[in-house]
């Protein structure tokens, strides 16, 4: 079974400031990788997702993520950190749906202006 | 277009009560996923519908749990004889019918089991 784990619970970091959140995978291939935000009291937004190619990915609102089969890791970079990007981060794997949908438990980011 | 909408935003039950959340996906969407969000924690898969059909529920934690989606479109959970341990924010996806599809999030449904 897949299983995600996010090594920072919370970080903070000042506007202007170069980000990048930690995601590291577990799963027996080639995995589905994804990155949700979530803000308070709103639902998960998708930043960005990773099938297969090019393991650079681009996102929206200036988020990239970079898929590293060796390192087992798909870290989410941004480089320039905006106060508006103050929530909660999710990193996510897949196979297939239902139970092999699995989130990590999440980054708080916080934003010093 | 709308998103996906889930009613009521907030309930408060008492411990032993039944409740039900709904759950509106996006017009078109035949995918539909319940997860549960427990506080400060990611959200963990409860079940998945493609259409009517329930593909898998093997993430309901017990038989109190219960989901439908009988004409393919709006959702139920309902939950019977609510504990505290219940307390969480529930929260639907909706998507087309293929993993690289985007799962679109609701706002979710807090529920507090007093």
């Known amino acids: 079974a897949q299983s995600v784990t996010q090594p920072d619970i919370h970080i903070t970091v000042s506007e202007g400031a170069s980000l990048e959140l930690r995601c590291n995978y577990s799963?027996?291939?080639?995995?589905?990788l994804f990155w949700y935000v979530q803000s308070p009291g709103q639902g998960l937004q998708l930043l960005l997702k990773?099938?297969?190619?090019?393991?650079l990915v681009q996102g929206i609102k200036g988020f990239e993520a970079e898929f590293k089969r060796s390192q087992s890791s798909f870290n989410l970079r941004k480089p320039s950190v905006h106060w508006s990007d103050a929530a909660e981060y999710f990193c996510?794997?897949?196979?297939?749906?239902?139970?092999?949908?699995?989130f990590g438990p999440g980054t708080r980011l916080s934003v010093l202006p | 277009g709308a998103g996906v909408s889930q009613s009521p935003r907030y309930k408060v039950a008492k411990r032993g009560q039944d409740v039900a959340l709904r759950c509106d996906p996006i017009s078109g969407h035949v995918s539909l996923f319940w997860y549960q969000q427990a506080l400060g924690q990611g959200p963990e898969f409860l079940t998945y519908f493609q259409n009517e059909a329930q593909l898998d529920k093997s993430g309901l934690p017990s038989d109190r749990f219960f989901a439908e989606r009988p004409e393919g479109s709006v959702s139920t959970l309902k939950i019977q004889r609510t504990q505290q341990e219940d307390s969480a924010v529930y929260l639907c996806a909706s998507s087309l019918p293929s993993l690289i599809e985007t799962q679109y999030f609701g706002p979710g449904t807090r529920l507090l089991v007093l």
């Open positions: 996510a794997v897949g196979a297939n749906y239902g139970q092999n949908f699995v």
């Open positions: 799963y027996g291939a080639t995995p589905y």
């Open positions: 990773y099938f297969s190619g090019d393991t």
